[in-house]
């Protein structure tokens, strides 16, 4: 069954550096988005995006975040300058073109900001 | 305004029960609606898709009532395996590429 993976599944950063989190999507969906749920809380809408560019992004995806597709299977997320409160799992999803709206999520990258 | 509101929970039901979880959206536009489970630590797995005149998929039932602005998911014979947390999820556009919903999940437990 094809899936959605992630690396790396837990990585430690100090605060005030960047970090990488990195996706395979499902190879045929075109879609791919990025949320994150924080411990304990709701899982929250990041960023989506299409057809290499970003389709829509939350109040929360602000200028310390950014995503790139650099080759045809990679989707990244990049955060500049790591808060203590970006500590979270990040989900990467993807989905089909269309009015399927049905997301296939990653097992996840926890984030934690010392 | 919670836009996906859940009963937290947790429901603490025996094996074989029947158990319900409802969901209410703030949203009266949105267009798509799922539950979703997601296991401790896990990433979130599509259960079903809730369409409009209901939909049954094995020991699962989710219906939605548009007019009240509510989802239901029904639970039969509850399996130990089914323990986890269900989200509620809602799509206001129905369309990719927009923002799923999460609501914050109902925890279910399953004792024998």
């Known amino acids: 069954e094809p899936e959605v993976t992630q690396t790396p599944s837990h990585q430690v950063t100090q605060m005030g550096q960047e970090v990488i989190l990195r996706c395979v999507p499902i190879s045929n969906h075109l879609y791919f988005y990025w949320y994150r749920q924080i411990l304990g809380q709701k899982v929250e809408f990041l960023v989506s995006?299409?057809?290499?560019?970003?389709?829509?992004k939350s109040e929360i995806f602000d200028d310390q975040f950014s995503v790139e597709r650099p080759d045809g299977s990679n989707f990244t997320l990049k955060i500049r300058s790591t808060k203590l409160e970006d500590s979270a799992m990040y989900f990467c999803?993807?989905?089909?073109?269309?009015?399927?709206?049905?997301?296939?999520f990653g097992q996840g990258t926890r984030l934690t900001v010392v | 305004r919670k836009e996906v509101e859940q009963d937290p929970g947790p429901f603490n039901v025996p094996e074989g029960a029947t158990v319900a979880f409802n969901c209410t959206y703030s949203?009266?536009?949105?267009?798509?609606f799922f539950w979703y489970r997601q296991d401790c630590r896990k990433e979130p797995k599509l259960l079903m898709s809730v369409y409009s005149s209901g939909n049954e998929d094995g020991r699962f039932t989710a219906q939605l009532n548009r007019a009240s602005q509510y989802i239901s998911l029904l639970i039969r014979d509850s399996k130990l395996s089914d323990s986890a947390t269900y989200l509620c999820?809602?799509?206001?556009?129905?369309?990719?590429?927009?923002?799923?919903?999460f609501g914050k999940g109902t925890t279910l437990s399953v004792s024998s």
């Open positions: 999803a993807s989905t089909e073109l269309g009015w399927n709206t049905e997301a296939f």
């Open positions: 949203n009266s536009a949105s267009q798509s």
């Open positions: 995006f299409y057809n290499n560019e970003i389709s829509e």
């Open positions: 999820v809602v799509n206001m556009r129905g369309q990719a590429g927009t923002a799923l919903i």
